[in-house]
């Protein structure tokens, strides 16, 4: 009996460590974050900046990867002018689909690409005019995480949205996270 004890005694600490280790582990693996981009629409003679409301929920798959979902609707249309006719240009909505590769420099900033696909759809119109259009390409970007606290971080990144057809969509977000 005396033998034994020191054997539950340890098999209970390794397992309440265990579960302490899966409980940390859940804690990070899913996120969310919210931010404003500024986009930078070109092409057909057209060139704005409109910002868009951002949102992602994350998956965390492993210590380097995590997958993303990506949604997001313009909240401030751009004037350009085409010819010398004034333009308004929106993004009426966007969303994509990622993978997520990501390293930690130290335990305050996570460094990140983002690879997969997206889908925008830009509204432009004037003088009674308006035309729509809607894209999906490879969508990539970079970006940096800066960690609060625990749950809470600020974060900048880059992302190509579509690039095709002499069109472009690319942007710069500021966002802020939580992990749960």
């Known amino acids: 009996m005396k033998k034994l004890l020191p054997l539950l005694a ?15 582990m859940r804690m990070g693996s899913a996120y969310g974050e919210l931010g404003i981009s500024q986009f930078d629409i070109s092409g057909g003679g057209i060139s704005a900046e409109p910002l868009v409301l951002r949102g992602i929920v994350g998956a965390e798959l492993h210590p380097y990867v995590a997958a993303e979902a990506m949604l997001g609707f313009g909240v401030k249309d751009d004037s350009t002018s085409v010819a010398g006719v004034p333009v ?11 993978a997520k590769p990501k390293v930690m420099l130290g335990e305050r900033v996570e460094l990140y ?30 970006g940096a995480n800066f960690n609060i606290n625990q749950r809470t971080y600020a974060g900048l990144d ?5 690039d095709k057809d002499g069109q472009k969509a ?6 802020v996270g939580m992990r749960f």
Do not use: P
């Open 10 to 24: 340890a098999a209970g600490l390794l397992a309440f460590g265990s579960v302490a280790q899966a409980q940390q």
């Open 88 to 98: 308004d240009v929106e993004v009426k909505h966007t969303w994509g689909l990622f």
């Open 113 to 142: 690409g983002r690879l997969g696909y997206a889908r925008t759809k830009v509204d432009a119109g004037g003088l009674g005019l308006s035309s729509s259009r809607t894209e999906g390409d490879f969508a990539y970007g970079i």
């Open 158 to 162: 880059w992302m190509q949205y579509y």
């Open 170 to 175: 690319d942007g710069l977000t500021l966002s």
